[in-house]
């Protein structure tokens, strides 16, 4: 075998090593951005469970089916897009798309990982929580994913498995499907949607390259993509006042969630007249921000009920 020139030795050596199998993992499994989906399950979990025993078990047993049902319908997305991710600079690095990973071996990990979630919930939680967990695969990859590359309110529908893990959590915990439920799955809905609009305009070039259909795509004022952050942060705001209305939280909570809420709207309000990338950023900044922030304003502010 032939050594290498001087000048190759360089540049091999120089060159930024190769991603190992523990990283190809983690992204092929989203587990930085599935690490919210666990937070929300957990303080679902957390506030059906006050003013009763806390079941630690039960709660690992939650988070644990949760996340390997999240870590699975991940893999199943970057199967169904590996396509358009190799085209996408941002993406393309990606194991799939880079060919570093065999495409069967993904599939094999995301069905892997959700039958285990699914089944390990139905087992050792509760039927109702493994039923919430396959709706929200099924949705995610099935209806969501595809939905991206055919119509912008694919945003809308991808909002829906993003809002479900806190009513796992909850129903995890042996809470009732009732209002407190609801107000849960409607906080993460709304929550997300200016989350991920700011994300979209910060990224619009590449998605329009390929062809996802957004709702920033063509917005270079960034004016539409800042007044529909604005509605929907109102949204926000209107819907923590809810827990007031049902009393099933304090005063904090009527204070400072809707101020939460607002300060969203007043970002994305600035966002969509001046059209800058610092004040998209900041709103995105603020949305992840936000939402431990809400939540443990809510886990102090919620009243037990009897």
């Known amino acids: 075998m032939e050594s290498p020139e001087p000048n190759q030795t360089?540049?091999?050596?120089?060159a930024p090593a190769k991603p190992g199998l523990r990283q190809?993992?983690?992204?092929?499994?989203?587990?930085?951005?599935?690490?919210?989906?666990?937070?929300?399950?957990?303080?679902?979990f957390l506030l059906a469970s006050r003013g009763g025993p806390f079941e630690w078990m039960k709660l690992l047993h939650t988070i644990l089916g949760a996340a390997a049902a999240a870590f699975g319908s991940a893999a199943f997305n970057q199967l169904m897009e590996v396509d358009l991710d190799a085209r996408m600079k941002r993406t393309a690095d990606r194991p799939l798309p880079s060919r570093?990973?065999?495409?069967?071996?993904?599939?094999g990990i995301g069905w892997v990982l959700s039958a285990i979630g699914i089944i390990h919930l139905a087992v050792q939680v509760g039927h109702f929580a493994a039923y919430l967990t396959a709706a929200t695969i099924a949705i995610y990859v099935f209806v969501y994913t595809p939905l991206k590359r055919v119509s912008s309110t694919n945003t809308l529908v991808g909002a829906v498995p993003g809002a479900i893990p806190p009513v796992?959590?909850?129903?995890?915990a042996g809470g009732a499907p009732g209002w407190e439920a609801w107000f849960l799955f409607g906080l993460l809905f709304f929550w997300q949607l200016p989350h991920f609009i700011a994300?979209?305009?910060?990224?619009?070039?590449?998605y329009e390259s390929v062809g996802y259909k957004m709702w920033s795509n063509g917005d270079l004022t960034g004016r539409k993509s800042g007044i529909l952050s604005a509605v929907f942060a109102?949204?926000?705001?209107?819907?923590?006042?809810?827990?007031?209305?049902?009393?099933?939280?304090?005063?904090?909570?009527?204070l400072l969630g809707p101020l939460l809420a607002l300060v969203m709207m007043a970002l994305a309000v600035r966002f969509a007249r001046d059209g800058e990338r610092t004040s998209a950023r900041r709103l995105f900044l603020f949305t992840l921000l936000y939402l431990p922030v809400a939540l443990l304003v809510l886990t102090l502010a919620w009243r037990v009920r009897a």
């Open 10 to 14: 360089i540049e091999a050596s120089d």
């Open 24 to 44: 190809d993992l983690a992204v092929l499994m989203k587990v930085r951005l599935n690490f919210f989906v666990l937070i929300t399950t957990f303080f679902g």
């Open 100 to 107: 570093r990973m065999d495409p069967l071996v993904a599939f």
């Open 168 to 172: 796992i959590g909850w129903v995890g």
């Open 199 to 206: 994300i979209n305009w910060l990224c619009r070039d590449e």
């Open 234 to 254: 109102l949204m926000l705001a209107a819907w923590s006042l809810l827990p007031a209305l049902l009393g099933f939280a304090n005063l904090l909570w009527t």
